[in-house]
Nanobody
Framework: VQLQASGGGLVQAGGSLRLSCVAS????????LGWYRQGPGDQRERVAH???????NYADSVKGRFTISRDNTKNTVYLQMNSLKPEDTAVYYC?????????WGQGTQVTVSS
């Protein structure tokens, strides 16, 4: 499975961005889809996750600001990011799990200026 992430960029604090991740294969059967991020000098952390059934969970740091969603007809998972903060600055990666294997996209840079 190949994942292509896009939608990152430079935004001022308080602004919004929507990330997209398009999969090369159907996402309907994937057991989980998620967004992770890795800031400079930080470990990669999971930001948001959505199951096949549509159940979502979020890191405490983004709850109420970020929303993950999926469109199986477009093989795409989204991350809507609102009220962005400088500490959200990171490279964001999409992840898909299928048959117990992790698949990663190439990452998209999000930079939030204060």
């Amino acid at each position: 499975v190949q994942l292509q992430a896009s939608g990152g960029g430079l935004v001022q604090a308080g602004g919004s961005l929507r990330l997209s991740c398009v999969a090369s294969e159907s996402i309907a059967s994937m057991t989980g889809l998620g967004w992770y991020r890795q800031g400079p000098g930080d470990q990669r952390e999971r930001v948001a996750h959505i199951t096949t059934g549509g159940r979502t969970n979020y890191a405490d740091s983004v709850k109420g600001r970020f929303t993950i969603s999926r469109d199986n007809t477009k093989n795409t998972v989204y991350l809507q990011m609102n009220s962005l903060k400088p500490e959200d600055t990171a490279v964001y990666y999409c992840n898909a799990v299928r048959a117990g294997f992790d698949h990663w996209g190439q990452g998209t840079q999000v930079t939030v200026s204060s």
